[in-house]
């Protein structure tokens, strides 16, 4: 008896103008945020926080970070909804542009606490510490921010090396590496 008048009460709920179910048994009013954005969609990929040599079209070779799609088909990053930062108590710290990214792509963030967008490149409000620190990048969602991805790295002993995902989009973090902004890491 207890089933069915929960399986009642869901039919009921569900029918109502003011408020929908979405996949995941979350009431959510109409109009606003449903998506399912699930961890590990967007990877933080790859990083380089010491001495860089990769130059961005405002002419400073500063510290970056590669995300990467690990979807096998594009997504839409909508303004307002993705933010990256380097410190995970602040997740709202930089909000990322709209940006679409292909299938398997990779994407590049300059680190060079400018906030200058140039050329379709976007530069952040932080700069990554050499001495160590902290990458989250974060969709917010009607009820806050949730965590798509983060990695934590100790200090960085040598100039222009990544810390990279290999393969890409993988949970296996190696470093040093042959930076390779933009590109499959190897």
């Not at 594009?74 to 709209?98: H, K, Q, V």
Request: aromatic share 10%; with cysteine.
């Amino acid at each position: 008896m207890r089933i069915l008048i929960y399986l009642l009460l869901i039919v009921l709920a569900s029918c109502t103008k003011d408020r929908i179910f979405t996949d995941d048994n979350v009431i959510t009013p109409p109009g606003q945020d449903t998506g399912n954005i699930a961890p590990g969609v967007i990877r933080i990929n790859e990083y380089v926080a010491k001495g860089s040599l990769l130059t961005s079209n405002l002419g400073l070779q500063s510290d970056w970070i590669e995300l990467y799609n690990t979807l096998d088909s594009p997504i839409e990053l909508e303004a307002g909804r993705w933010f990256i930062t380097d410190d995970i108590s602040e997740p709202n710290m930089f909000e990322l542009p709209a940006l679409s990214l292909p299938a398997h792509s990779h994407y590049v963030i300059f680190c060079e606490d400018t906030m200058i967008p140039f050329n379709n490149q976007v530069h952040t409000n932080f700069a990554l510490s050499a001495s160590g620190d902290e990458i989250g990048l974060f969709y917010k969602r009607d009820e806050g921010f949730s965590v798509i991805d983060s990695t934590r790295f100790g200090p960085q002993t040598q100039s222009n090396k990544s810390g990279a995902r290999i393969p890409d989009g993988s949970a296996n973090w190696n470093y040093p590496t042959e930076p390779t902004p933009g590109n499959p890491n190897q």
